[in-house]
């Protein structure tokens, strides 16, 4: 089976950070898709593990791949699509694009392309190599509930510290703390976390052993404190980004991908250091107009997608990149946006055909009707038979039966 856990050198070098984002932005991107997949999900009732599914499908897509190659709008909603099969709990992909639609905006939809449902279906298949069919995912969820039915207490502040680390486990999946650790000390951790905040102190707890220090050591070994507060700071963490998120416009929108980009993020040579316009314009800081968008929809370039055969436009003031795909690029282009048409191909050579003989065409002649003697004769009679009325039954008189008496 895959390891599914990295660390923290690891998550600062992931495909979208070698692609020119910075680490702050593609925190941001992976906190926008796991959200959206939970309102997403919440708005078509679907359960929270599957939910939590889709969401740990998408962090693990993105160690993979950039967000340059694949709009997290896009993934988020096919993350969500095959989560929902998984647990057994489908949803039309059809469905699942309605509800992105009443969600998202004109500039963040734009992202799916012409045809979205297309553009969906052709990722799912990516993603299942990603993800490399390792299709089964375990949540904090079950271990949380596991762990508290082993407290005691009070049961009413028991309850309410069981509440608020279910909300931190729902937020931590907005983080990457599921690319860290396991579920198990992630649930150990968030109960730490809720019964600080709380005042809940654990003094006392089933199955209690004499070499048991704390309360966890009876479900989990080897588990220093330093572990549970580092996954507790990067929950919290994410609360104060919140908060200074909300002053500034939201992330620019995505492009769609192109149907030549490969399945593994793949940085195109560029010896001079020299980032394509559309990629400047993306980490350029927000626009001052207070409007929410960085980006207008006059100003996006359309570019192929995978799933409409839209022509890729190309900045002139940056080095262009095409796929062997796309063919050659036309001679005699004048500065500025230009399209990438591959040559219209030679036209088939015109093959006389062989003539043919005049008597092949010649009028067939209809067989005559008399002939010098008067009227065709009939033709003859068969061989053996009776010269009286004929029939399946013989002339010895025999009547014929009857089929149903």
């Not at 005691?152 to 860290?180: E, H, I, P, R």
């Amino acid at each position: 089976m895959p390891c599914w856990y990295y660390d923290k050198k690891e998550l600062r070098e992931t495909p979208s950070i070698l692609d020119g984002i910075s680490f702050e932005m593609e925190r941001r991107y992976r906190k926008e898709g796991a959200r959206f997949i939970m309102e997403c999900g919440t708005k078509m009732g679907l359960g929270h593990n599957t939910m939590a599914t889709g969401v740990v499908y998408f962090h693990r897509f993105y160690m993979f791949h950039s967000f340059r190659s694949f709009p997290r709008y896009v993934t988020a909603c096919c993350c969500l699509f095959f989560a929902g099969k998984v647990e057994e709990t489908p949803k039309k992909c059809r469905d699942i694009i309605k509800m992105a639609r009443g969600i998202l905006n004109d500039n963040y939809f734009y992202s799916f392309g012409e045809d979205p449902k297309e553009e969906v279906m052709t990722l799912e298949r990516i993603l299942l190599q990603t993800i490399k069919f390792d299709l089964q995912v375990e949540h904090p969820y079950t271990f949380l509930l596991k762990y508290a039915k082993c407290f005691k207490g009070d049961q009413q502040k028991l309850q309410k510290m069981v509440q608020m680390a279910w909300n931190f486990v729902n937020d931590s999946l907005s983080t990457v703390v599921c690319l860290q650790w396991e579920p198990e000390i992630i649930a150990v951790a968030l109960i730490h976390l809720a019964s600080k905040l709380s005042k809940f102190t654990v003094q006392d707890w089933e199955g209690r052993q004499p070499q048991h220090q704390r309360w966890w050591d009876m479900f989990v070994s080897d588990v220093t404190m330093e572990i549970l507060e580092d996954i507790c700071h990067q929950v919290l963490d994410l609360y104060q980004s919140t908060q200074k998120e909300g002053l500034q416009p939201s992330s620019p929108p995505q492009k769609p991908p192109s149907r030549a980009d490969s399945p593994t993020a793949v940085k195109p040579p560029n010896p001079l250091g020299i980032l394509p316009s559309a990629v400047q314009q993306q980490q350029a800081p927000p626009s001052a107009s207070g409007n929410g968008s960085l980006l207008e929809v006059s100003n996006i370039q359309s570019i192929k997608t995978l799933a409409s055969g839209v022509p890729i436009m190309c900045a002139s003031s940056s080095p262009c990149y095409q796929s062997v795909s796309q063919g050659p690029t036309p001679l005699g282009q004048t500065p500025g946006y230009h399209l990438y048409h591959a040559p219209p191909p030679p036209p088939p050579p015109v093959v006389p055909l062989p003539a043919y003989p005049s008597s092949s065409w010649a009028v067939q002649q209809p067989p005559p009707t008399h002939y010098a003697g008067g009227a065709v004769p009939p033709p003859p009679m068969p061989p053996n038979l009776p010269s009286g009325p004929s029939g399946y039954y013989s002339t010895s008189g025999r009547q014929p039966q009857q089929r149903y008496q």
